[in-house]
């Protein structure tokens, strides 16, 4: 037998970025020290969203879940001793896309590079904001439009550069299944190649180039079979749509590119050691099978569910990857699976439901009509609504969860405060500090920037009429205005979109059958809102700050409205005093505030003090995220009734105990609980 060639590894990337663009670079520098041989770069949620440091829906967020970048200086800073010409760097950003790849062009000029050669992908997919991550800026519309200038751009300035990474990951975490994971996906790729296609900046025989620099991020989850038949049925629908649909003759052109990210969905608070290996098995879905590998794979950290990562638990997460590819003989062999009757017969009825699904979305208008009619949205709400009833019935094993919950000490998080990574708070203010030392001197020495008000004047002008983004996007840059003035000038031409929620037409997921947990819980809420003299039981569910992972919040808002609950809910992105403005205005029993950011120290306490001071004092607030245990205390002492979090799965029981509370706040005597 001949030796064949051993295939080349992955791209190993660690999704990083936090506090500050000096602290970040460090980290990155290190990383590659480290043998990380790609960077994949995590921005802060007013960057994703389109703010200033000091605006005042960013209070709170400010390095928090990623790097802040609020000008040209910053991303200087960010990738400082770092040669972006040999450097493949992924940016997780979406609506502000294009304003971050104008920001890194002009650093890689100002470093000498040849932008030709840049090599990297912006993630640019803004259907699933709407539908599951919460950063969009923009409606629909100028959203396809800012995609597909930004697309255009590419392809002719930096043809390395990988436009679009339309992405499937936040998908499965918002409750997707395989093949609403595959249709979506593919949906929104039709919707964005159709448009460059009928755009008119690009001609015809250029569109193998677009096909042939999309590329896809998707997730892994740990039913690791499935999810590999998944990805063949993924490369299949994808090689079929470009040679039918956009007529692409080269199978190079043709080929399904796509990173992955692991499930974070699935990491479970407790007995987080669990999660090395649920991160092994996700991790073996996407490399195990040579004709549906990734081409580049980053992976959370055991820790993830409890807070930030430190840089130790990252480096555990890449040496996973190194030793399957360096020490294992999985880079020896074609593919394993060739041949096999069950894999096959598997992928087959995925290729077939998602191409179903696909068709019923193009009956509909497409992805972005599929968008705005609340569609996609409603289905995922559903979907993830009878995965959370599986877990909660038992019929879902979650080890450690539900399942063999007896565990022994952990010694990895004897400590919790040490176990992750905390930002300290001063970070905020000294990037606020900074940030307007920025706005009072990038005219002078050493920048000298142009003043900003004419170049932005120039990007409202493009905006209000056909010319492509980009190139007054980097004017802008090169003026030294910020992400703030940016996004606020788009905002002025093109308004702003708030997203359905899917919670009013999602179906109903757990029956309230007699004897039932929800039939009892029910009972109390019926209970209560007699004793109380109203109709119903009013419940706001909030998500204050920035953070717009409203998974948790909707599931809440759900099955609240399922156990008898009027339910005000009213999507993402408010501030606490409109969050209290509602909660005063629609008369709630109690509050419910959900964020995974981090931001709840800061925000939680304003939104107790702000009702203190309307005299509500008796409308109990519940906190629900990803909030470490000594954060908890906190919150409890300042006056929050109740902390969730991810390992409190049983929603059901939370909602009883939101019951509990309100009866609490308004002097009621404990119900009985039935014999």
Not at 231 to 247: L, P, S, V
Not at 365 to 380: D, F, H, R, T
Request: hydrophobic letters at 40%; charged letters at 25%; proline letters at 5%.
């Amino acid at each position: 037998m001949t030796e064949r060639q051993k295939d080349r590894p992955w791209l190993m990337r660690t999704y990083a970025g936090h506090s500050t663009a000096e602290a970040s670079n460090e980290l990155y520098r290190r990383n590659l020290a480290k043998g990380q041989t790609g960077l994949s770069v995590a921005f802060d949620l007013p960057t994703q969203t389109g703010y200033d440091p000091d605006h005042v829906l960013a209070r709170g967020e400010v390095g928090r879940v990623g790097v802040p970048v609020a000008h040209l200086g910053d991303m200087r800073r960010l990738f400082q001793d770092i040669p972006l010409e040999q450097m493949n760097t992924s940016m997780t950003i979406n609506a502000t896309a294009m304003w971050l790849l104008a920001l890194y062009q002009v650093v890689a000029e100002e470093q000498g590079a040849d932008i030709t050669k840049l090599q990297g992908t912006t993630q640019n997919d803004i259907v699933k904001e709407y539908l599951s991550r919460g950063t969009h800026v923009f409606p629909p519309g100028p959203s396809l439009r800012l995609t597909t200038d930004m697309i255009a751009y590419t392809v002719t300035h930096i043809p390395k550069w990988n436009p679009i990474n339309i992405c499937s990951y936040h998908l499965q975490e918002a409750g997707a299944t395989p093949v609403q994971e595959i249709a979506y996906a593919m949906s929104t790729a039709i919707a964005v190649l159709d448009a460059v296609r009928d755009g008119g900046q690009v001609p015809q025989e250029r569109m193998g180039d677009v096909v042939g620099r999309i590329s896809f991020f998707v997730n892994a989850g740990v039913r690791f079979i499935e999810e590999m038949c998944k990805m063949r049925a993924f490369g299949r629908i994808w090689d079929r749509i470009t040679r039918e649909r956009y007529g692409i003759e080269n199978p190079k052109h043709r080929r399904f590119r796509y990173g992955v990210q692991v499930n974070s969905l699935g990491l479970t608070e407790a007995q987080p050691e669990n999660n090395v290996q649920r991160i092994v098995l996700e991790m073996l879905a996407v490399t195990l099978s040579k004709d549906a590998r990734a081409r580049a794979v980053q992976l959370p950290a055991w820790n993830e569910a409890l807070g930030l990562p430190r840089p130790w638990d990252q480096q555990w997460s890449l040496r996973i990857q190194q030793v399957l590819a360096y020490e294992s003989d999985l880079l020896e062999y074609d593919d394993i699976f060739e041949g096999s009757k069950v894999i096959e017969a598997k992928v087959e009825q995925l290729v077939a439901d998602s191409l179903a699904e696909i068709e019923r979305i193009q009956e509909m208008g497409g992805a972005m009509a599929a968008v705005e009619s609340g569609y996609l949205k409603s289905q995922l709400v559903s979907s993830h609504a009878e995965r959370r009833a599986r877990i909660e019935s038992g019929e879902e094993k979650i080890i450690g969860v539900n399942a063999f919950e007896g565990t022994e000490p952990n010694p990895l998080t004897a400590d919790l405060d040490t176990a992750i990574q905390t930002v300290d708070p001063a970070v905020e203010a000294r990037v606020v500090a900074a940030l307007r030392n920025w706005r009072d001197t990038r005219y002078q020495p050493p920048f000298n920037h142009p003043r900003p008000c004419k170049a932005l004047e120039k990007l409202k002008e493009a905006a209000r009429g056909t010319d492509n983004l980009m190139e007054a996007t980097l004017e802008c840059a090169r003026a030294g205005v910020t992400t703030g003035e940016w996004a606020g000038a788009l905002r002025e031409v093109f308004g702003e979109f708030r997203a359905p929620t899917g919670v009013s037409s999602a179906p109903v997921a757990v029956a309230a059958e007699k004897g039932s947990a929800l039939a009892e819980v029910r009972r109390k809420v019926d209970l209560t809102a007699e004793e109380l003299g109203v109709g119903k039981l009013r419940f706001l569910v909030g998500k204050p700050g920035l953070d717009g992972h409203s998974n948790g919040a909707e599931q809440i808002a759900v099955r609240a409205r399922d156990a008898g609950f009027e339910v005000v809910y009213q999507g993402i992105r408010l501030t606490p005093e409109q969050i209290v403005d509602a909660a005063l205005a629609e008369d709630v029993h109690a509050v419910g505030l959900s964020i995974l950011s981090g931001s709840h120290a800061q925000l939680v306490p304003d939104v107790l003090e702000r009702l203190r001071v309307a005299g509500a004092t008796d409308i109990p607030v519940i906190a629900g995220g990803i909030i470490p245990s000594g954060d908890a205390e906190l919150l409890r002492a300042a006056g929050v009734a109740a902390v969730f979090t991810p390992k409190d799965f049983d929603i059901t029981g939370i909602i009883g105990r939101i019951v509990d509370e309100i009866r609490n706040a308004n002097k009621l005597d404990p119900l009985e609980v039935p014999a």
